[in-house]
C-alpha cells in the first residue's frame, strides 16, 4: 500500500498515518523554527523479543479517522501547555520489520527542558490514548493482539472473536 498517508494540521502541529517508511528528518523538518533552540526526536521501533518470546515483526491497524482526530487532539493540547514552536506525531500501520520505525514523534521549542517533557507526554498521551491497535508476531507462534502500550501481555482471541480491531482502510 505504497505512499498511502492520511494526516491532520493546525497551527503548528501535524499529525499523520501511513503504510510508509518513516522518515525522521522529514518529520523534524516539520516542527524546525528559527525560534526553536531545541528539538526532541522519539523514534519508536519494533524490537526482536517480548517477555523473552521472539519478534518476529509487528501489524499496526487503526480506526483511522477517529485516530488521526485524537492525536491532534494531543497535539494542540501538548503545544498549548509546553509552550512549543512545533509538535509532529506520526504512527506508521501495516507490517513494521523488526528493527523499523513504528512512530515519531518530534517537538520545537524555545527550551531544551519543555522539548523533552512534551515529547515524553506526547509518546505517553498517543499510547494511552490513540485507536491504534498492534499485534504482535511471533516466530513459530500464533501472534497475540495487545494494546499499544509498553509492558501489556496480550491474550490470545479466536479469529472469529468480534472483539478483534477490524482492519479499516486508510479512507475511513
Known amino acids: ?9 493546525e ?3 501535524y499529525v499523520a498515518l501511513t503504510h510508509d ?4 528528518q522529514t518529520i523534524m523538518d516539520r516542527v524546525r523554527s528559527p525560534q526553536a533552540g531545541a528539538i526532541v526526536m522519539f ?13 518476529k515483526e509487528l ?36 507490517t513494521v520489520p523488526i528493527g523499523e520505525e513504528s512512530i515519531l514523534i ?12 512534551a515529547g515524553e507526554e506526547a509518546l505517553e498521551e498517543c499510547k494511552s490514548r ?14 497475540i493482539w495487545r494494546a499499544n502500550r509498553d509492558g501489556v501481555q ?4 479466536a479469529p472469529s472473536d468480534p472483539t478483534i480491531p477490524a482492519h479499516h482502510d486508510s479512507s475511513a
Not at 21 to 24: I, V
Request: charged share 25%; glycine share 10%.
Open 1 to 9: 500500500m505504497g505512499s498511502e498517508v492520511t494526516e491532520l494540521h
Open 11 to 13: 497551527d503548528a502541529c
Open 21 to 24: 517508511h518513516l522518515n525522521p
Open 43 to 55: 523514534a519508536g521501533t519494533t524490537r526482536d523479543n517480548f517477555a523473552g518470546k521472539p519478534v
Open 59 to 94: 501489524q499496526y491497524s487503526a480506526y483511522n479517522a477517529l485516530a488521526l482526530r485524537t492525536m491532534l487532539s494531543i497535539c494542540k493540547g501538548i503545544h498549548q501547555k509546553h509552550g512549543l514552536k512545533g509538535i509532529a506525531m506520526v504512527h506508521r500501520l501495516g
Open 106 to 117: 518530534a517537538v520545537s521549542s524555545p527550551h531544551r527542558q519543555a522539548a523533552w517533557k
Open 130 to 143: 490513540v485507536e491504534v491497535w498492534k499485534r504482535e508476531e511471533f516466530e513459530g507462534e500464533d501472534g
Open 154 to 157: 496480550g491474550e490470545k482471541i
